[in-house]
């Protein structure tokens, strides 16, 4: 299993931007790709995760109503959209993925991407 991740950057306070994540390699359609972020000096946290087999998506409460988990058509890639960013979404946003359902903890997700780097600054 491969991820590919895209997207980040630098965005004014206020601002939005979408980072996109497309996997690779499973057979069925029983997994689940999950976003986390991990600020300086802090520990990677979960912000959201989307279920491929069913659409199901989760948010944490830090970003709930500003970003927005979407899959495409081809349904191996979602997309994270960020809205109403703001100095504390300031992270190394990561996607993973692994068969099974949502989950916001790091270990049940065996597979990640390389981290892409989001900075929110005016």
């Known amino acids: 299993v491969q991820l590919q991740a895209s997207g980040g950057g630098l965005v004014q306070p206020g601002g939005s931007l979408i980072v996109s994540c497309e996997a690779y390699?499973?057979?069925?359609?029983?997994?689940?790709i999950g976003w986390f972020r991990q600020a300086p000096g802090k520990e990677r946290e979960g912000i959201s995760c989307l279920s491929i087999s069913d659409g199901v998506t989760v948010y944490d409460d830090s970003v709930k109503g500003r970003f927005s988990i979407s899959r495409a058509q081809a349904k191996n890639t979602v997309y994270l959209q960020m809205n109403s960013l703001k100095s504390e979404d300031t992270a190394i946003y990561y996607c993973a993925t692994d068969e099974g359902r949502c989950s916001f903890l790091p270990r049940a997700y065996r597979y990640w991407g390389r981290g892409t780097l989001v900075t929110v600054s005016s």
């Open positions: 390699g499973f057979s069925s359609d029983f997994y689940a």
